[in-house]
C-alpha cells in the first residue's frame, strides 16, 4: 500500500504563506504525477497544482502567480509554497499521488487524509 503523510497546513493571515509538504511511502514501484487538490463544504474537490516525475507543472489559474509546486523524487515528496494567501484560499487541501504499487499492474490515484488551510482576512 502507498501511503501518503501531509503537514503544513494551519491558520495565517491574508497576504501570509504556508508550505504544504506530502511525503508517499509503502510499497511504491512508481510515482507518475504529485500534486495538491482542495476542497470546501458544499464543493467539488479542484486541483491546486501538479506536477510529474518529468518535471512538467500543473496549475489552476487561481494559483498561478501565487503558488509553486515543487517535488523531490528521490525522497517522494512533493512541496506547495502558498505565498500571498487569500480568504478564498480557505480549505482542506489534499495531496495526490498518481502511481504504482509493487502488488499491482497498473497505476491508480492515492490520496492523503487531508490538511486544513485557514486564512483570516
Known amino acids: 500500500q502507498v501511503q501518503l503523510v501531509e503537514s503544513g497546513g494551519g491558520l495565517v493571515q491574508a497576504g501570509g504563506s504556508l508550505r504544504l509538504s506530502c511525503a508517499a511511502s509503502g510499497s511504491i514501484f512508481s510515482i507518475y504525477s504529485m500534486g495538491w487538490y482542495r476542497q470546501v463544504p458544499g464543493k467539488q474537490r479542484e486541483l491546486v497544482a501538479a506536477?510529474?516525475?518529468?518535471?512538467?507543472?500543473d496549475y489552476a489559474d487561481s494559483a498561478k502567480g501565487r503558488f509553486t509546486i515543487s517535488r523531490d523524487n528521490a525522497k517522494d515528496t512533493v512541496y506547495l509554497q502558498m505565498n500571498t494567501l487569500k480568504p478564498e484560499d480557505t480549505a482542506v487541501y489534499y495531496c495526490h499521488v498518481y502511481g504504482r504499487d509493487w502488488s499491482r499492474e497498473t497505476s491508480e490515484d492515492y490520496w492523503g487524509k487531508g490538511t486544513l488551510v485557514t486564512v483570516s482576512s
Open positions: 506536477v510529474t516525475s518529468g518535471g512538467r507543472t
